[in-house]
């Protein structure tokens, strides 16, 4: 398991990777600074298995990183330009069609050659880009476009054939972060808005209507992974008072939730994924120093069989957003 750790960009931290092997049981930390005297540097924000190859976004240094996913042996840095060549910040990644696409801040998703390691295309998107995801026959591209902090996200459908691009919003989609495809049903991951205290609301696990106009609220979320019919999330809302988070599983089939585990190991959550060999769910949380969330200490995370047991706890690096499985999957 890969886990990309995004630093701390105020404290002068610089991102790095994480590399648990399940074999042993034990994580190594710092990995790719060791195995290529190189830093990440500042918020590497994704990263993605594809193939053979390791791709990391670094955000701050507007570059997508490249190497072997099996060594970590860099293969080659991309700066991550708009259409005028002008850099922009790399978000998230989906690989398909024998590409990887990158969204940005540059209102613009880049598809990445895999075997040249060059950007060949570029599409129109809306603001602030993040998750994305693929129809089945793989003839659209879903972007999510969180527009930052004015709540008036939308989300980009994105025709690769053609290159158009078309805007869906509407009721409920307020911040979309994710996007999730399920069967033929749209999914999105909607990080909500804040009240005028502050309050995080309406953030959630967000369903399209089959005329992609409006969304409706299927569970409350801010944390989500989907795999093989369920989403697996974390609702952890910012709140005065602290809302408790809680850790649980829903069931698209028969629209139940059921808690997955009790959150007594997770401090402050992180990110949450799915070993879609194995079934394990690692949750990464943040420690804690005075009651509050450290964001420039080293984090952890914790491994679970698919029924919620503990496997192990192991400590990663600062800010461990992002967990990938080293696994290629057809």
């Known amino acids: 398991i890969y886990i990309l750790n995004e630093g701390n960009a105020y404290s002068n931290i610089n991102g790095s990777l994480s590399y648990y092997d399940y074999t042993k049981g034990t994580v190594a930390n710092e990995i790719y600074k060791s195995v290529n005297g190189t830093v990440l540097g500042g918020t590497p924000n994704d990263a ?25 042996v860099e293969k080659k840095k991309i700066t991550t330009t708009d259409a005028s060549g002008v850099p922009v910040m790399p978000r998230e990644f989906l690989a398909a069609n024998g590409k990887v696409y990158v969204s940005t801040y540059g209102s613009c998703v880049l598809a990445i050659d895999t075997t040249t390691l060059a950007i060949i295309d570029r599409y129109d998107c809306g603001t602030n ?14 972007v999510a476009n969180s527009d930052g902090y004015t709540y008036n996200g939308s989300i980009s459908a994105i025709n690769l054939a053609s290159g158009q691009t078309t805007t869906i919003s509407g009721t409920g989609i307020t911040n979309p972060v994710s996007i999730f495809i399920v069967g033929s049903d749209i999914y999105t991951l909607d990080a909500g808005s804040y009240d005028a205290s502050w309050n995080s609301v309406g953030a959630g696990i967000y369903k399209l209507n089959s005329s992609n106009t409006a969304a409706t609220k299927v569970v409350a979320a801010t944390m989500a992974k989907y795999d093989a019919g369920k989403f697996y999330f ?17 069931d698209i089939a ?32 943040y420690n804690m120093s005075y009651g509050y969330a450290d964001y420039s ?19 990663v690096g600062v800010g461990p957003t992002t967990i990938v499985f080293n696994t290629v999957t057809k």
């Open 129 to 142: 880009a993040e998750g994305m995801a693929i129809s089945a026959d793989g003839n659209t591209l879903y």
């Open 297 to 315: 200490s080293d984090g952890y995370a914790v491994i679970y069989d698919a029924a919620g047991q503990k496997l192990n706890k192991v400590d």
């Open 48 to 72: 993605i298995v594809y193939g053979s190859k390791l791709y990391i976004t670094s955000n701050d240094e507007k570059t997508v990183f490249v190497a072997d996913a099996a060594t970590v």
């Open 234 to 250: 974390i609702n952890a809302p910012y709140t005065t008072p602290a809302t408790t988070p809680t850790y649980c599983i829903y």
């Open 254 to 285: 028969s629209g139940t939730q059921t808690p997955f585990v009790s959150g007594d190991d997770i401090l402050a959550p992180a990110a949450i994924a799915v070993d879609p060999i194995k079934g394990n769910v690692v949750i990464t949380s």
